[in-house]
């Protein structure tokens, strides 16, 4: 008896059937997947489907982390009941690929298409409904994608990196900095702030740690010197301190909050933050920060609801913050 074609192939079109076609809520019977077989030009009957569906059901767990379940009666089915990403977590990764500046709508809507499909045609439908990306701000750069891979790639060889930065001009063009003489950098990490994506690197020239956005990055290229400034970093324990991405003198300030600003103050240092018990309603705690103009604006945001106490740099900072934002109101009523 001449052998049928596509054969071999059965098993995987049984099993891209379930994930396509199948969730808690939707099933596909013995006789609908040897329908839908028979449209991929192959032939199978109840038999050897059913042997498919048991191997299916025992090895897709371990293997692939599909839990497939058969149920049996009138009502009964075939179906993919947990997957290794469930619809929720989907979700959670779809909005924040379009809620990111740095990623093009065109890619957005790629990549939402790709987390789609990793759940059936039902649900993936239920994710972009939910999910949308016209009318969102974007900054159209696809160069981040190869950016990004660059950067990776460099951290992985201990090597710096040559690029060309850029920043918008009155007309909302990008202008090369330093009249297009590249930057050459020691790539640290990549942070993701305030919907922006940011190299921190460090500057051996200067001997300090800078931020660059990565969608102002062109021309990236790696260059065949090693890294500096990279022995001892932990990139979490610097971000943490960072406001706004802004840079500055690293400082440990005591500051004091209003007790209904605990969890405000646990959101932005974390739960590490050990509170002191004062006077007048306040808690003492304390942090470290990098000292600059957005984390004063931060402190003043509270209005006396959160004060720094120590150190004078810090208050003195804060003092000449807020001095000059006040100074521009009373220049323009002269």
């Not at 993919?80 to 979700?91: G, K, Y």
């Not at 051996?204 to 990236?220: C, G």
């Not at 100074?327 to 009523?333: A, C, F, L, T, V």
């Amino acid at each position: 008896m001449p052998k049928q074609p596509r054969q071999k192939q059965r098993l995987l079109y049984v099993l891209k059937l379930l994930l396509e076609q199948t969730d808690e809520n939707h099933k596909l019977t013995v006789a609908c997947i040897i329908e839908k077989l028979a449209a991929y030009g192959i032939n199978a009957d109840r038999k050897t489907v059913m042997d498919d569906l048991d191997t299916l059901e025992l090895h897709c767990g371990e293997l692939f982390g599909y839990d497939i379940q058969r149920i049996k009666g009138a009502d009964g089915g075939n179906r993919v009941l947990s997957r290794p990403f469930e619809v929720p977590e989907l979700i959670l990764l779809a909005n924040a690929v379009q809620s990111s500046r740095f990623i093009t709508e065109k890619k957005s809507n790629a990549l939402i298409d790709k987390l789609a499909s990793l759940t059936s045609v039902h649900q993936g439908k239920q994710l972009k409904r939910q999910v949308k990306v016209k009318g969102r701000i974007k900054n159209m750069v696809e160069s981040v994608y190869n950016s990004t891979d660059s950067i990776h790639n460099a951290i992985a060889e201990n090597k710096k990196i040559s690029f060309l930065y850029h920043e918008y001009d009155k007309s909302g063009v990008l202008v090369p900095k330093r009249g297009g003489k590249p930057y050459v950098a020691s790539p640290l990490t990549l942070w993701w702030d305030d919907e922006f994506y940011y190299l921190v690197a460090y500057d051996s020239e200067e001997k300090k740690i800078k931020h660059y956005r990565v969608d102002k990055m062109k021309r990236l290229t790696i260059a065949d010197e090693p890294r500096e400034g990279a022995e001892g970093f932990d990139p979490a324990e610097y971000t943490n301190k960072l406001f706004g991405m802004f840079g500055g003198e690293e400082v440990t300030v005591r500051l004091r909050c209003k007790e209904r600003l605990a969890g405000t103050v646990i959101d932005r240092f974390g739960k590490d933050i050990r509170f002191r018990n004062l006077d007048n309603g306040f808690l003492g705690f304390t942090a470290k920060v990098m000292l600059s103009p957005v984390f004063c604006g931060w402190v003043l945001s509270f209005g006396g609801d959160i004060v720094i106490e120590s150190p004078d740099i810090a208050i003195e900072e804060l003092k000449r913050t807020a001095k000059a934002a006040v100074s521009i109101y009373e220049e323009d009523k002269k």
